[in-house]
């Protein structure tokens, strides 16, 4: 019966564990001197040798005739161990027995000696799966176990394992694998297996792995085929995989914000069976890459993934910004994360590209800082913002290029008129013959600015201090601005060339007479009037101005309707 190469290939001993000598020695150490734990707990991702070093382990401490702390793999004890004939090594899953009643009968079992090797080792796979219970059920035993007893725990996901537990145990953490022994070790496998694996194909699935090595196995087996070497292609083919030249072909559409030509790539990626999903991975990588050389351009190349040339990221790299790329990571990692609860991947694939290529449909906090980085590119490089011209209509134009285009008939109020429109489509004063009255050009009338403010003339009554107040916005602090645009607070009266300002109390003329504020005052009176002004401050209200009756408003206001009678 055929058996998976990952099955078939699982490393026999210490020696044979592919990038984990740091755990592979001190475990041989251990094994050879007879220093060993009563708990170990493996930690790490899938497919780094977790499961497999401790079942060599396992075998290690019971083997009969140890070689360097390996195991022999031929006494009874390890042949037994490896085809479970032995029952005193046992393999748990968490997963399946996470349960309080469970752990109770492991524990019950754990204190008798084992009948037919030295030491009873139990094997507990995903233990961060045990429920809080069977953690507290797990604890006594692992304080305190018989001398024959050796807990061995695994576990991907160590923050949810209790701190009780791993200060319990020896723990070991188990390292990504690197693409270069990945490869190394699918090129021994293929040749044993007999298997046409070039050194393209090999690099490429080493990449593909992640760090686990058990994944590229698995994806070799997958890809291995009757007919023909397996090459980059053959591998791209069986995997549905876009590839690298597809995806820097498609993070040029981007990069030129050609939406048109990146829908049609993928469309034609779609077509030829890549998945969707993949493609926009492929994308996301890509654009990790290129944010890690945008931003560490000297230390970031080993972080780099390795798929692309130097040629290809350096050239894709002058095309994008950091914050557009940070933007672009961001919103395909959001758009790979709606891919499996989306009910037409293929929409949400091509809308995400969309978006990517014009950030303007993009209204989020990223979308605006990339279309802003995308309009200080264009400033820093003097590269001229185009105008939008308009012979009919008047337009005002958003975004980048932030430009109001206003036409010669806009400013005159002249509207083409169709000469071959029909009579009944003429407005009333057209078709009676009545003139039209042009209005005065718009563009003939000079805009006042901030800064030229038209002279005040003085009224009758002296009462200039209303556009004098509003002339002082910009020359006070805004303390006293906030005390003399108010006439609740501060009031003006001119009389005789002395400008007395009331305020409402002692707090209010105090910041209104400092001597900078009255110098602003009377500068201003001054440059208005023509003539020298003086300026004193007074608590109180103008003798001139009388207290204003509310009542007379309100009698006003109902004398304007006939059917309210009003009686004094």
Not at 288 to 312: Q, V, Y
Not at 484 to 510: C, F, H, I, Q
Request: aromatic residues 4%; hydrophobic residues 40%.
């Amino acid at each position: 019966m055929y058996q998976a190469l990952y099955r078939k290939w699982r490393p026999r001993t210490f020696d044979d564990v592919v990038g984990q000598t740091h755990i592979t020695d001190t475990l041989k150490r251990q094994v050879a001197t007879g220093r060993l734990s009563h708990a170990y707990l493996f930690t790490g991702t899938r497919g780094t040798g977790k499961t497999t070093c401790a079942k060599i382990l396992a075998r290690a401490v019971n083997c009969e005739h140890p070689v360097d702390g390996n195991p022999c793999n031929t006494c009874d004890s390890c042949r037994g161990i490896e085809n479970g004939s032995i029952l005193d090594v046992l393999e748990l899953d968490a997963a399946s027995n996470n349960g309080v009643d469970q752990v109770r009968a492991l524990r019950d079992e754990a204190v008798y000696t084992p009948a037919a090797v030295r030491k009873r080792v139990y094997i507990v796979d995903e233990v961060h799966m045990l429920s809080t219970a069977a953690f507290n059920a797990l604890l006594k035993i692992l304080e305190e176990p018989p001398a024959h007893l050796m807990f061995i725990l695994a576990t991907t996901e160590l923050h949810k394992v209790p701190a009780t537990i791993k200060s319990r145990c020896q723990q070991f953490s188990f390292q990504r694998i690197l693409p270069g022994d990945i490869a190394q070790r699918l090129l021994y496998v293929a040749e044993r297996e007999g298997i046409a694996l070039t050194s393209g194909g090999a690099a490429l699935l080493s990449r593909l792995a992640d760090g686990g090595l058990r994944d590229a196995l698995s994806l070799l087996d997958q890809c291995a085929g009757p007919a023909g070497p397996i090459g980059e292609q053959q591998v791209l083919d069986a995997l549905g995989l876009a590839g690298n030249l597809e995806t820097a072909r498609l993070m040029g559409r981007v990069a030129d914000r050609d939406a048109g030509g990146a829908l049609e790539d993928i469309a034609r990626l779609y077509g030829g069976g890549k998945d969707i999903s993949a493609i926009l991975g492929e994308l996301a990588s890509l654009t990790r890459d290129l944010l890690i050389r945008k931003t560490a351009p000297r230390s970031g190349g080993t972080l780099l993934n390795g798929g692309f040339d130097e040629t290809t990221i350096r050239g894709l790299s002058e095309k994008f910004t950091a914050p557009r790329l940070v933007w672009m990571l961001t919103v395909l990692q959001a758009a790979l994360a709606e891919l499996p609860r989306s009910s037409n991947r293929r929409t949400d694939a091509e809308l995400c590209l969309i978006r990517l290529c014009d950030e303007r449909l993009d209204d989020s906090a990223g979308g605006l800082a990339a279309r802003l980085d995308r309009v200080e590119a264009q400033l820093s490089s003097g590269v001229p913002l185009p105008k939008v011209k308009s012979e009919n209509t008047c337009q005002i134009i958003s975004g980048e290029k932030a430009e109001i285009s206003i036409s010669q008939s806009c400013m005159q109020g002249e509207t083409p008129v169709d000469d071959a429109r029909s009579q009944k489509d003429l407005p009333p004063w057209e078709a009676a013959g009545i003139p039209r009255v042009e209005p005065m050009a718009a563009a003939s009338d000079p805009k006042p600015t901030a800064d030229t403010v038209p002279p005040v003339s003085p009224v009758p009554g002296g009462d200039i201090w209303p556009a004098l107040a509003a002339g002082l916005k910009n020359k006070v602090s805004r303390n006293a601005w906030s005390f003399l645009g108010n006439p609740s607070m501060v009031r003006g009266e001119y009389a005789d060339g002395v400008l007395t300002l009331w305020a409402d109390d002692e707090l209010v003329k105090g910041v209104v007479s400092r001597p900078t504020v009255l110098e602003a005052v009377g500068t201003l009176a001054q440059s208005r009037l023509g003539h020298e002004v003086r300026v004193s401050v007074k608590v109180g209200r103008p003798e001139s101005v009388a207290v204003h009756d509310k009542l007379d408003d309100l009698l006003a206001f109902g004398r304007r309707f006939d059917n309210i009678t009003i009686k004094e």
